[in-house]
Structure formats: C-alpha cells, structure tokens
C-alpha cells in the first residue's frame, strides 16, 4: 500500500509515519495490497489533533476523520474507522459476486407472526338485534321470512324473553329461560 502524508501546522515525524505504517499492514491485508491511502494529520486550535484518512481503492474512495488531544490516538481512531468501512465493503462486494441473498430475507423476523389457533372457535359480533314483543308463532313465521337463523323476541303473554331458532330436521327450537 501506498501511503502519501500531508502535514498541516505539524511536522510529521517518522516515529508517527512508523506508527501508522504499522497499523495500515492489517488494512493493507484486507484489501490485498492494491490501494493507495493518503492520511492527512492537522494541529488545530486548542491542541486538538486531526486526523483525515482517504484510501482509494478499486476505484472507490473510504475516508475516515477523527479529533483528539493526542496524535498517535486521532490516527488509530481514523484506522479503525477505515477498517470497519473495508470490512463493510469488501463484504457487499463478495455477497454480490457471490449472488447472496440480503441479511433480511435469510435471517428469521425476531418475533414470529401472531395467528390465531384454528381449533379455537371465536366470537364475532355482528349487530345488536330489537327485541320485539311477539308471540312464538309469530316468531317462526318471521324466522321463515328471513335468512337469519334464529331470532331473540319477548313473548308477549308472558313478558319473558326467547329465542327461536331453525333445527337441522326442518323443525324449529324454542329456548325460553
């Protein structure tokens, strides 16, 4: 790897040069030696220490910058922070040639889909029904009028309430409580 060095209010001395060099060799074996890196050390106001990594390899460019009050731990910080983007890219680059599939679609959803167990019956509501005073015939006589397969009335001689409803055997049920 080709490492470039620019200065800015500081001189750079070679025990900085020998300190990166030595922490590039990692990055320098994950991108198989073809790139080229320009690392760009600053002194600003207040002692604080820049360091802005560019390394342009296969055509693409990852840059990293950090800022601390000592040199030799912005350029580590700034190392690590390229690491991580080589990682991250060489790793897109080999699930694309590889025709992988996106983390999304193989790993499992955390929480599985919540469904209803199909052996359990359920209560639906539908409408709320009058209550009309009638007598049990002339209930069964609505009953046969309508789609409804029973029909909840209030018996009008006696004041209580039932329900009538269609038997299987063509018959109808009386329920009086």
């Given at each position: 790897m080709k490492i470039e060095y620019t200065g800015r209010n500081f001189t750079i001395s070679p025990a900085i040069k020998k300190h990166i060099n030595d922490h590039f060799k990692k990055l320098d074996t994950l991108l198989n030696g073809a790139s080229q890196a320009h690392v760009i050390l600053t002194v600003g106001r207040h002692h604080r220490h820049v360091a802005e990594i560019v390394v342009n390899w296969h055509e693409r460019s990852l840059t990293s910058?950090?800022?601390?009050t000592d040199m030799y731990a912005s350029a580590l910080q700034a190392i690590d922070k390229i690491n991580k983007q080589a990682i991250k890219l060489k790793g897109k680059i080999i699930d694309r040639s590889h025709h992988a599939k996106p983390a999304k679609a193989v790993a499992p959803?955390?929480?599985p889909p919540v469904e209803p167990e199909k052996d359990t019956p359920?209560?639906?509501?539908s409408r709320r029904y009058s209550i009309k005073p009638m007598t049990p015939e002339?209930?069964?006589l609505s009953v046969q009028e309508s789609a409804d397969q029973f029909l909840v009335f209030r018996d009008s001689e006696t004041d209580r309430i039932g329900v009538i409803y269609k038997r299987k055997d063509g018959n109808y049920g009386l329920i009086e409580p």
């Open positions: 910058k950090a800022d601390t959803s955390p929480l359920r209560i639906i509501r002339e209930a069964v």
